[in-house]
């Protein structure tokens, strides 16, 4: 069945009424149109990058707006105009701190034509970093409005392409006055006067701290002049005009138009050496595996569109019927319909059910209302594939005959039924990729047939809550006073006599040092890679993330054992020393050692979907498979 439109649920505000900049549609546009106030009268520091990422933030106003619209782009083409390597590791604390810096970029004053006004006012008035979509949304302050929409009078047109080369924030800065000044120089150039600069204006206007003429000359005009003359529609130069004894107060500049045909030629030079660049770069962006910004109280989300590929938003999870709905769209139950059998579709409906119950399911972590260790990991599916249709359908058989009718046998249904579909949540590549994934057998169908009367639905009052389960033992930050007695603990909870004597030679020489490797990470204090994560002598972030392995395995030998196997010494350097592009093969050890131990449950997912197939890849059916066992070894 089609699933229901979704209602408005949009606050009442202006939001409605603002037009939408997408990157896709306007990133393409390369005029600014700029006041005069703004440009010679605003006093800012931004950096380089920050300069051209305004520019191109401004660009995106098209004459016909009457509103400043809310900014959207993609986090890789957001850090691309920053100037930052998205293809780095660290991507999400890249990006809070690019934007943080430019929230926090006072405007400190612009003078209004025809008053003693002064405004103070920063570049923008909200930011949103959704992770779940990988979009940014920016939203300019009021302020800017007089300066950027609907210019009659006293503006500035320039491209912005010919910042593009621009090495020096000074450069940019007096391009921008060059432009703004251009008419009044060539008004002045035919009465025979001059064009004049003050240096102390025009420091305020650069944002320099110059003390001396010299450094002034050097660092900013000289630079200027090399990276305008030759490479713009325009000429700069200047000459002393005005001393006092020594010091240079002021000087006269030219601004000559260069011709058009010329300053065509240098667009389409520029133009074409960007797109060369951009072209050896075309590696798809990851999320990052470190760095959230989940406890971030300053973050928005995204305006909401209920379609399949959509990640929900945490709020649902205090609205039961529009979590029901929305999941219903995500698991697209029309076309369910079309390739399940009655019993996994009614499968559907039951974990839709108790999704809605998840969502909204009290916990240390509650965002708006909603169950933020949950919403967290159906996002993550959803984001990556697309919806949920691909997880329903590779679940539902399962559920049917086993898990539901199992769930229905226990003293407290619940707390199985949320742990398993927490647990398949997590394991979606079992599901999704149709590998690794156990048939059942004809005898497990017909023992779980026996195991209880059938049940019309899952109702809450048809559930007793079990008993909290014993906390299992854990890694603590005492564990990691020294390396020693950090290895001492990885050892115990790894099992790691047993766990050596079923590897080959190959893998006890990659789990002795997977281990050492582990004690490091678990310990490691780096300056501005590990603030807020340590306790005591312990990286908490790597020693959470094992804990959280063992709360779930009871302990670390799977994920060691995961790590030995694939790391094989005997064929995994020589693999490593065979690539061309690999210079340091220990640094691709320690940094794939270092993401498993953050992303322990995407290792153990791949490791077991290689461990069921056999050599042509079709799933093997292992006799010894249990899954009710691997539910309740949870």
């Given at each position: 069945m089609a699933p229901k439109k979704q209602p408005n649920t949009q606050r009442p505000d202006d939001t409605a009424l603002t037009p939408v900049a997408t990157y896709s549609a306007r990133g393409n546009q390369t005029i600014v149109r700029k006041s005069n106030d703004l440009i010679q009268n605003a006093?800012?520091?931004?950096?380089?990058?920050?300069?051209?990422l305004m520019l191109h933030i401004f660009a995106m106003i098209k004459p016909s707006d009457t509103e400043l619209p809310r900014y959207e782009m993609s986090i890789y083409e957001f850090l691309k105009l920053c100037g930052v390597d998205p293809h780095n590791g660290s991507m999400y604390k890249q990006v809070k701190k690019n934007i943080e810096d430019i929230a926090n970029a006072k405007v400190q004053w612009i003078r209004l034509a025809g008053t003693q006004k002064i405004t103070m006012f920063r570049w923008l008035s909200s930011a949103t970093i959704d992770e779940g979509t990988g979009k940014i949304v920016l939203?300019?302050?009021?302020?800017?409005?007089?300066?950027?929409?609907?210019?009659?009078?006293?503006?500035?047109?320039?491209?912005?392409?010919?910042?593009?080369?621009?090495?020096?924030?000074?450069?940019?800065?007096?391009?921008?006055?060059?432009?703004?000044?251009?008419?009044?120089?060539?008004?002045?150039?035919?009465?025979?006067?001059?064009?004049?600069?003050?240096?102390?204006t025009?420091?305020?206007?650069?944002?320099?701290?110059?003390?001396?003429?010299?450094?002034?000359?050097?660092t900013v005009l000289d630079k200027a002049k090399s990276e305008i003359n030759g490479k713009t529609d325009i000429l700069f130069d200047y000459a002393v005009y005005e001393?006092?004894?020594?010091?240079?107060?002021?000087i006269s500049v030219t601004i000559e138009p260069v011709d058009k045909q010329v300053a065509d030629q240098k667009l389409n030079e520029i133009t074409k050496l960007r797109s060369k660049r951009l072209r050896k770069k075309t590696t798809a962006l990851e999320v990052a595996e470190t760095g959230t910004l989940d406890d971030d109280p300053n973050i928005l989300t995204l305006d909401y569109v209920s379609v399949p590929e959509t990640t929900i938003p945490y709020s649902y999870g205090a609205t039961p019927d529009l979590m029901a709905?929305?999941?219903?769209?995500?698991?697209?139950?029309?076309?369910?319909?079309?390739?399940?059998?009655?019993?996994?579709?009614?499968?559907?409906?039951?974990?839709?059910?108790?999704?809605?119950?998840?969502?909204?399911?009290?916990?240390?972590?509650?965002?708006?209302?909603?169950n933020a260790v949950f919403f967290q990991t159906v996002n993550n599916v959803i984001d990556n594939c697309k919806g949920l249709r691909r997880w329903f359908e590779g679940v539902a058989g399962r559920y049917a005959a086993k898990v539901i009718p199992t769930a229905r046998t226990k003293r407290a249904p619940m707390?199985?039924?949320?742990?398993?579909?927490?647990?398949?949540?997590?394991?979606?590549?079992?599901?999704?990729?149709?590998?690794?994934?156990?048939?059942?057998?004809?005898?497990?169908?017909?023992?779980?047939?026996?195991?209880?009367?059938?049940?019309?639905?899952?109702?809450?009052?048809?559930?007793?809550?079990?008993?909290p389960d014993?906390?299992?033992?854990?890694?603590?930050?005492?564990?990691?006073?020294?390396?020693?007695?950090?290895?001492?603990?990885?050892?115990?909870?790894?099992?790691?006599?047993?766990?050596?004597?079923?590897?080959?030679?190959?893998?006890?020489?990659?789990?002795?040092?997977?281990?050492?490797?582990?004690?490091?990470?678990?310990?490691?204090?780096?300056?501005?890679?590990?603030?807020?994560?340590?306790?005591?002598?312990?990286?908490m972030q790597f020693v959470g993330s094992l804990n959280r392995v063992i709360a779930r395995y009871g302990d670390l030998s799977s994920l060691f054992?995961?790590?030995?196997?694939?790391?094989?010494?005997?064929?995994?350097?020589?693999?490593?020393?065979?690539?061309?592009?690999?210079?340091n093969p220990k640094l691709v050890f320690q940094t794939e050692v270092e993401k498993a131990l953050l992303m322990p449950a995407a290792v153990l997912g791949e490791f077991r979907a290689r461990r069921g197939q056999d050599p042509l890849g079709a799933p093997v059916r292992d006799k010894d498979v249990d899954w009710l066992k691997a539910f309740e070894e949870v």
């Open positions: 006093m800012y520091s931004l950096t380089l990058s920050q300069q051209k939203t300019l302050d009021q302020s800017l409005k007089p300066h950027l929409i609907q210019l009659k009078e006293f503006y500035t047109t320039m491209n912005i392409t010919y910042t593009l080369p621009m090495k020096s924030q000074y450069s940019i800065k007096i391009y921008e006055l060059c432009k703004s000044y251009q008419n009044l120089y060539l008004e002045k150039k035919k009465k025979g006067e001059p064009l004049v600069w003050s240096i102390e025009l420091k305020k206007q650069v944002d320099c701290n110059a003390s001396n003429w010299a450094h002034v000359r050097r001393k006092d004894r020594q010091r240079v107060i002021a709905q929305e999941l219903g769209v995500k698991a697209e139950l029309d076309k369910l319909a079309l390739v399940l059998t009655p019993e996994e579709l009614d499968a559907v409906h039951v974990l839709i059910d108790a999704m809605v119950r998840m969502a909204g399911a009290p916990s240390d972590k509650m965002i708006d209302g909603g707390p199985y039924l949320y742990k398993s579909i927490m647990n398949d949540l997590e394991d979606y590549r079992l599901y999704v990729a149709d590998i690794g994934v156990e048939e059942l057998r004809e005898e497990d169908v017909e023992s779980a047939a026996h195991q209880a009367p059938p049940v019309p639905d899952l109702l809450e009052a048809d559930f007793v809550e079990a008993e014993a906390v299992p033992a854990q890694l603590t930050p005492d564990d990691a006073a020294t390396k020693k007695t950090m290895i001492a603990a990885l050892e115990k909870f790894s099992d790691y006599e047993n766990l050596k004597a079923r590897l080959s030679g190959g893998q006890q020489e990659a789990l002795e040092d997977i281990v050492q490797m582990t004690a490091y990470f678990c310990r490691r204090n780096v300056k501005g890679k590990d603030d807020g994560m340590i306790e005591g002598k312990a990286n054992e995961a790590l030995a196997v694939t790391m094989d010494y005997d064929t995994y350097w020589k693999e490593l020393m065979k690539n061309p592009r690999i210079k």
